[in-house]
């Protein structure tokens, strides 16, 4: 499905959010034809050709192998937030996704940099954490913040877990008012991520080992074979 879609979509009206998919590094755009290719340069291409400017990247992949940070201009932060497809994140995840992007344009008031997001398709994930941050934060209602990403994207959000949490489920709230300049729990909550219920799964004897599952759907981006049993217990950053 990767291959198919628009690699960029427009930046979200009303906002500082852009959608993309995930660029890949040269070793996996060997597999792909010239017009499939999508990489970093790609992207800051992208973003050059709509006279805007990318100020951060919140990756969401559960994987570092797509493509290397190091490719990516110095003038463009990169956060890396593991999320895991087909399951709407954990409360941790969405508080955390808040975070960085009230401190950003906190310290981005100035300018009118963006803040790039993508998980593999830049769809479902990506869609459902922008969307719930529109909704929680800037008080948007769910179906205008569903219909504005999808209008920017090209690609509307699919996944029916994702649709239908923001339709339905509460807005997510920290115990405490949520402030661009408030750091102190950084540390904590980080463990909170780190210690969701999947870290477990490898856990007592007899258990199995719980496959690869970074991609949103069924697509042709597989993980390669040496990845398919992938060890959910490793500390964020190690391959």
Request: glycine share 8%.
């Amino acid at each position: 499905r990767w291959r198919s879609l628009t690699p960029v979509g427009q930046p979200i009206p009303g906002t500082r959010f852009i959608a993309f998919k995930v660029p890949l590094k040269g070793a996996i755009n060997q597999r792909l034809t010239p017009t499939q290719k999508f990489t970093p340069k790609d992207l800051i291409a992208a973003m050059k050709a709509l006279n805007v400017e990318l100020g951060l990247i919140i990756d969401l992949t559960y994987t570092t192998r797509y493509y290397e940070v190091k490719d990516l201009p110095k003038s463009v932060q990169y956060k890396k937030l593991y999320t895991v497809g087909l399951e709407v994140p954990d409360n941790a995840t969405i508080l955390q996704f808040k975070k960085w992007v009230r401190k950003f344009l906190w310290e981005n008031a100035g300018n009118e940099k963006l803040i790039g997001v993508h998980c593999t398709n830049g769809i479902n994930r990506t869609g459902y954490l922008i969307c719930r941050y529109l909704i929680d934060v800037e008080g948007w209602d769910p179906e205008a913040a569903i219909q504005a990403f999808g209008d920017a994207r090209g690609h509307r959000i699919d996944g029916l877990v994702y649709l239908t949490d923001l339709r339905t489920q509460p807005m997510r709230r920290s115990g405490k008012r949520l402030r661009a300049y408030d750091e102190h729990s950084q540390n904590d909550l980080q463990g909170q991520i780190q210690l969701r219920d999947f870290d477990f799964i490898n856990k007592g004897a007899g258990q199995r080992r719980r496959s690869f599952h970074d991609h949103q759907t069924q697509d042709d981006l597989r993980a390669p074979m040496q990845m398919r049993n992938w060890d959910y217990n490793r500390e964020p950053g190690q391959r």
